[in-house]
């Protein structure tokens, strides 16, 4: 299995755990651990209106584009799909989490870790994607 696949399964594995984290503490109505930053940050990001995009919380978001990759790389290893399809995704996604660290940056004034964590998941999927 060549890298770029590798780094793709590790950091999207990473990214179901890093939303399944968030949807627990949506559905538990609970504050998330927030390491790295004061703790008021994560719960301005964690409660502000750009939390949801047209009315799906975005960990709920987050957590089916990672499941989705997941899929397509195992399709992709049996010759199911082609590596494009993932690109795609991971282009996708990697958009998205780059539009909301900005929000976080420049709107918010804030960072979470959780959605950082998430955003270098991307970072990594979209250099092992197009790059590696």
Known sequence: MPLSLKLIFV????????TLYLIYHM??????????FPREWCRKVQH??????LGVPNSVAGLAIYLL???L???YL???VPFLSLQIIIG??????????F???FVLRAFCTWCVISAINFIVMAAAAFVL
Not at 11 to 18: K, M, N, Q, W
């Open 92 to 101: 996708v996604g990697f958009l998205f989490s780059m539009y909301f660290t």
């Open 11 to 18: 950091f999207s594995a990473i990214g179901v755990l890093d």
């Open 73 to 75: 790389g195992f399709f």
């Open 103 to 105: 929000i976080q940056a």
């Open 78 to 80: 049996q010759g199911l």
């Open 69 to 71: 990759i997941l899929t």
């Open 48 to 53: 502000s209106p750009w939390s949801k995009t």
């Open 27 to 36: 559905v538990k109505k609970t504050d998330v651990a927030c390491w790295f």
